[in-house]
């Protein structure tokens, strides 16, 4: 279980980014969180794995207080959260085999690394994910030579190598065409069922967002308006949820503060 | 704004002020001109050095190959040095750029390795040769150490700029996996500089080859060495032979390492 409570993050002294906000994910459910650019979304998601650093609050995953974490705790416990990325974020020189056991890399020692001598268990697992998704042929091809859906799962698999107990997912199909991306939301949807994970996304597609997931995380400038069933995110709710601007908002909040 | 449209128009001055353009002007002449009077040029020992200048090409031609052995000798030591010191060089350079990286490194260690290459490339190779040379005695180990340096601040600094530059999604994905800080380096930063890398370790062995000749003048061992011995012993021609075949190997070795470099790109 995901529970974030009164989470605040600011940048530098200006308004914050994220405005107490509170969020519980249980079960293996797959949420989606929806909101115009600079809603926040990319923050909350980082501020789980803590690739951004929350002013304040508390994140907590199965137990364990995330915020307060540092070094060595703080990488055994980012282990255990896998994230997908919008650009994929592979290493392009390398090949697909090493790109999925560097989502490894947080269990094996840096010389085992270095030496390329991954666990017989790991290779094994990673062969399993690569066939599950379709990749198993390109164990020996550069990542660079992948198409964009050929691309992501790869970056699917890394994170689900990791033995993640939560999965994040920041705008995974922004870089694809639909009818790939579509192709990975079904994905990710169905590797949550099958895993028994908890998957947060980050979606721009409002359309895939009511299709591929079970509940719908609507934010605006910091703060979540909206929360419930794909079925009743209506017209209205979705106006609440993009209409204005980031700046709009923003002169909104100061008009109250004064 | 009416009217009719202008068809003139006129850069606008590289200086925007006009006191400060004119005074930068005439202040540049002004200075020229100043030094061009004051400066002691002994117009009479000119004219002296080059009747000395003709001696000594009269004494070059042609030329001599007939202590090849020396010369030859001369130029594997160079070789030698220029090999060592760029593997040293470039070992060491290695982590002195990822501690010069700014995205890479935290600031009191940053600064350390910018530190360390500045200082690198403060002194031109001859004047560390010299350095050396008194520290640790003449021959190629002086030589060795100087380019050791001379490579340090070059190739420190350029791989440093390269890990500035890296994709650094890369390096984010691998923490996000709680990767620790070495396994990061080596998955996420070694393989996006690796090609500039090798790249600069050729380049660095060519220039190196090139520096050997002139430190081995102050006595850091090498062609160098030999070349100074001859113009010590007034034997201008063998000094012609040691230039030309100097010239030669350098020309072969900018053509093989720009080739290497070319195809790896």
Redesign the interface.
């Known amino acids: 279980m995901l529970k974030i409570t009164d989470l605040v993050k600011r940048y530098g002294g200006g308004d914050p980014v994220l405005k107490n906000l509170d969020l519980t994910i249980e079960g293996e459910s797959v949420v989606s969180i929806i909101g115009s650019s600079g809603a926040g979304k990319s923050t909350l998601l980082r501020c789980i794995?803590r690739?951004v650093e929350p002013s304040s609050g508390s994140i907590e995953l199965n137990g364990t207080e995330l915020t307060r974490l540092r070094g060595r705790s703080?990488?055994?416990?980012?282990?255990k959260?896998?994230?997908v990325?919008q650009?994929f974020?592979?290493?392009?020189?390398?090949t697909v085999m090493?790109n999925v056991q560097?989502?490894?890399?947080?269990y094996i020692s840096?010389w085992a690394?270095?030496m390329r001598r991954y666990p017989k268990e790991d290779i094994r697992r990673a062969y399993e994910l690569m066939e599950r998704v379709g990749i198993a042929h390109y164990a020996n091809t550069r990542a660079d030579q992948l198409s964009g859906g050929e691309r992501q799962r790869v970056g699917v698999v890394?994170?689900l190598m990791?033995n993640p107990e939560i999965l994040l997912a920041d705008e995974p199909t922004a870089s694809l065409d639909p009818k790939t991306s579509e192709q990975i939301m079904g994905l990710l949807r169905d590797l949550a069922g099958e895993l028994k994970l908890p998957v947060l996304i980050n979606i721009h597609n409002v359309t895939e967002a009511k299709e591929y997931t079970d509940r719908i995380v609507g934010m605006r400038y910091g703060r979540i308006i909206f929360d419930d069933r794909p079925a009743s995110l209506d017209k209205e709710a979705m106006d609440r949820i993009y209409s204005g601007s980031p700046h709009a908002d923003r002169s909104e909040d100061l008009r109250q503060a004064s | 704004m009416s009217g009719e449209t202008r068809d003139t128009w006129q850069k606008p001055p590289f200086i925007a002020n006009p006191v400060l353009r004119w005074s930068v002007y005439v202040g540049a002449i002004l200075y020229f001109a100043w030094v061009g009077a004051t400066l002691p040029i002994d117009w009479g020992r000119v004219a002296e050095g080059v009747g000395r200048a003709g001696r000594i090409f009269g004494g070059a031609f042609p030329p001599s190959f007939e202590r090849s052995g020396l010369l030859i000798d001369g130029f594997l030591e160079s070789l030698k040095i220029a090999i060592l010191a760029t593997t040293g060089g470039v070992l060491l350079s290695i982590p002195i750029a990822f501690m010069a990286a700014r995205n890479v490194a935290p600031l009191p260690i940053y600064y350390l390795g910018r530190f360390v290459i500045i200082v690198a490339r403060s002194f031109h190779p001859v004047i560390v040769a010299i350095i050396f040379v008194k520290a640790v005695g003449f021959g190629p180990f002086a030589g060795v150490l100087t380019l050791v340096v001379y490579s340090i601040g070059f190739v420190a600094k350029m791989l440093a700029e390269r890990i500035e530059e890296i994709d650094f999604g890369q390096v984010e994905a691998m923490r996000a996996a709680g990767a620790p800080f070495l396994s990061t380096m080596v998955y996420a930063i070694f393989p996006q500089i690796m090609p500039r890398q090798i790249g600069l370790t050729i380049y660095q062995l060519d220039s190196n080859l090139r520096a050997s000749a002139v430190v081995g003048i102050v006595g850091a061992g090498g062609i160098g060495a030999t070349l100074a011995n001859a113009f010590g012993r007034y034997d201008y021609d063998f000094a012609l032979a040691i230039t030309m075949v100097i010239v030669g190997v350098i020309l072969i070795s900018e053509g093989i390492s720009g080739q290497i470099r070319k195809r790896i790109g």
């Open positions: 794995n690739l703080l990488r055994a416990a980012r282990r959260i896998g994230m990325f650009g974020n592979l290493v392009d020189r390398l090493e560097s989502g490894r890399l947080g840096t690394a270095v890394r994170a990791q």
